[in-house]
């Protein structure tokens, strides 16, 4: 669990470290560079390649167009491409603190980067397993096909992925993937949902589309300028004395500045949202913020969203913010109205305004400890894989060797992990300890060092490995059998034994030439004098009796140099395997006549008897023609040869 941590706050630090005291985290995508470097049009905010975050897509530039319209950001220059195929998904990885709210910003500017001229792009946007947002974009409109968009949601773990799946409206792409962390500000961004940003509004007039966003809010928040239209029948009012800011949202003081109120002498201030090729959902919320300029006079007034029930009075304070937050299930899109009462004498005013609508966390979603644990292996020994996203959910993305099973409550848990023949090196890492559901855990042919960790057999239970002399065996069976290298967890049960060894049987009194094959014919019964039927080959399921491959006989034996007896099955050879216990290797001979017999009586004597001077067995090795079992090594000789007299040494 320490590398865990560890793996986890170094990223988090790092961030801190290269983009500043703010802790953001800002991504340009597709740059192609190496270093950071500081974008002085967004408020010098530092922007560091995209290639720690994302393991998939191409690096592309934007026509020079775009130049001419929309937002001039460096960000905006470059973006990543992901030409997969319909249905694939594609993902950003994002260091978060669990329990931590955030904003997390998307752009995209598609600037005719691949020279097709699409009049219209679509591809769908996930925030971790849950829909956020359907991105379209329309290549005629007066920015080119640029299109923000925002989300406010609570972090369950180390890592958020954001990701784009295409539905084939396109290939998706992204220019600019931004994370702010919003401190104390109530968002309602709880567990079980995420706020989806509709629209975020200062109301000013606009100048050529000029976003107010950091360093004038902390937190980078995009405010952009309300248009004023003649249906809007209202007016605007600016004031240049401070405002206090530090209300519960911490509105900047510049958004505050300028308001709207009602044209004329009317009592009525009403804005609704305007036409979009994103519908608003009937459940969302509208948040207001309300500052008074004038103190001469009373200003009170109602409020009433999507036509709903007006509020109490409304008394906006003199140069300090109000915010007031209102969740609506009225009809598609919004509307709001503030009607002055009888006692005011000034009318109704609206300084800035935030929509959002719901991102229900309806999905299952992977354990956060596993979600950590699993990412933290990604990271230390750099996998790559599809090892982007969730790695449970949905299904059909799930990745690549990770099995999961539902834990109730819409929680995924990793219960089986196969990463063998993944390059992987080094040592096994503590971090498989941290999936605490896990019950199979393959590490085989791979290059990895050392022994299994001591907290990886306490918190799993019985773990059975093996090494291997090189990696020539696996390079030879990878497209047959994967030999086990490292780690099975679970008490492994050599049941397909019962099936190979009994075949050896029928195959060796038949004596016909055959290959090894993976699904050996079924095991003949013998017949006991009672009639009762038995397989004598049942003993070797027992857990304690390990499969050998012939290589590993050959490098316990060092090439079999050592002979130490023989009989009617074959020759017995001295061993020492990996934990220097020393062994026994009888191996059957092919021009023995009566050796399985006598193998046979062994195998039944020895797995049925036990007893401190009897020999025991160690295992058994089958692999193509090779038979062979493996007893523990009798230091001293065997009864015979004590009686006799004989040293050691005569071996």
């Known amino acids: 669990m320490g590398l865990l941590v560890f793996v986890a706050v170094l990223v988090l630090e790092a961030a801190v470290l290269a983009f500043g005291q703010t802790g953001f985290v800002s991504i340009d995508c597709g740059f192609a560079g190496d270093d950071n470097y500081s974008d002085d049009l967004a408020g010098g905010i530092t922007y560091v390649p995209d290639g720690a975050y994302v393991d998939a897509g191409e690096n592309r530039k934007v026509t020079t167009v775009y130049r001419k319209k929309g937002p001039r950001y460096k960000t905006l220059d470059t973006l990543r491409s992901f030409p997969s195929g319909q249905g694939q998904r594609s993902c950003y990885s994002l260091p978060t603190s669990p329990g931590t709210k955030y904003i997390v910003r998307l752009e995209f500017l598609y600037g005719n980067y691949d020279g097709l001229d699409y009049l219209s792009l679509s591809f769908n946007l996930t925030l971790g397993v849950n829909h956020w947002n359907i991105v379209n974009l329309d290549t005629d409109d007066d920015m080119y096909g640029y299109r923000a968009y ?22 998706p792409f992204v220019s600019t993937v931004e994370l702010r962390p919003l401190g104390s500000l109530p968002y309602p961004a709880m567990g079980n949902q995420s706020l989806s940003l509709y629209e975020r509004k200062s109301m000013r007039r606009s100048a050529d589309d000029e976003i107010i966003r950091y360093p004038d809010d902390p937190y980078d928040r995009y405010w952009y300028a309300r248009e004023l239209k003649a249906d809007d029948h209202a007016s605007i009012i600016s004031n240049t004395s ?52 004038q103190s001469n006079a009373t200003r009170e007034f109602t409020v009433s969203i ?41 009318p109704p005013i609206l300084n800035a305004y935030e929509v959002y609508s719901r991102i229900i966390h309806d999905n299952p979603t992977t354990f956060p400890q596993d979600f950590n644990a699993i ?75 050392g022994t299994i960790p001591d907290s990886l057999r306490r918190n799993n239970g019985l773990v059975v490995f ?21 780690v099975s967890v679970v008490a492994s049960v050599l049941v397909v034994s019962v099936l190979v060894l009994a075949y050896l049987i029928w195959r060796a009194k038949r004596k016909p030439h055959y290959l090894s094959t993976d699904h050996p014919p079924t095991v003949p019964e013998l017949m006991e004098a009672s009639g009762h039927r038995t397989n004598h080959w049942d003993h070797l399921q027992r857990p304690e009796n390990r499969r050998f491959t012939y290589e590993e006989l050959e490098k316990f034996t060092d090439n079999f140099k050592r002979l130490i007896g023989h009989g009617g099955f074959g020759n017995v050879y001295y061993g020492c395997l990996e934990d220097n216990t020393e062994i026994a290797v009888k191996m059957r001979s092919e021009s023995s006549s009566h050796g399985l017999d006598e193998f046979l009586a062994e195998v039944q004597s020895l797995t049925k008897v036990h007893h401190r001077n009897l020999v025991s067995l160690h295992g058994y090795c089958w692999e193509k023609d090779h038979l062979a079992l493996v007893y523990e090594y009798m230091s001293s000789g065997n009864l015979c040869d004590y009686l006799r007299g004989l040293s050691i040494a005569n071996f």
């Not at 925002?150 to 290939?171: D, S, Y």
């Not at 292996?377 to 790559?384: A, L, N, V």
Request: overall charge negative.
């Open 150 to 171: 925002a989300a406010v949601f609570e972090a369950w773990a180390n890592w958020a992925p954001v990701c784009l799946i295409n539905t084939g409206g396109g290939t």
């Open 306 to 346: 999507d036509s709903g029930t007006p509020t109490s009075p409304i008394n906006p304070p003199y140069l300090e913010v109000m915010s007031i937050f209102y969740w609506s299930s009225g009809s598609e899109g919004w509307s709001i109205k503030l009607n002055a009462t009888a006692a005011s004498a000034l």
């Open 466 to 486: 093996s090494y291997e002399s090189d990696g020539d065996m696996c390079k030879k069976s990878r497209s047959k059998n994967r030999v086990t290298l490292a």
């Open 242 to 293: 401070a405002i206090l800011s530090k209300g519960s949202f911490e509105v900047p003081s510049r958004v505050l500045q300028t308001a709207f109120v009602p044209a004329g002498s009317s009592k009525e201030l009403a804005l609704q949202s305007k036409t979009s090729d994103t519908p608003l959902p009937r459940d969302h919320s509208v948040i207001l913020h309300l500052v008074d300029f």
């Open 375 to 449: 990412m933290a292996i990604k990271y230390e020994y750099g996998i790559k894989k599809n090892w982007m996203g969730d790695p449970c959910f949905p299904p059909e993305f799930a990745w690549e060797g990770v099995q999961c099973s539902n834990d109730g409550d819409r929680t995924m848990r990793i219960i089986s992990l196969d990463l063998s023949y993944s390059e992987l090196h080094g040592l096994i890492s503590n971090n498989f300890t941290s999936l605490t559901a896990l019950k199979y855990l393959n590490l085989s042919c791979n290059q990895l060092d």
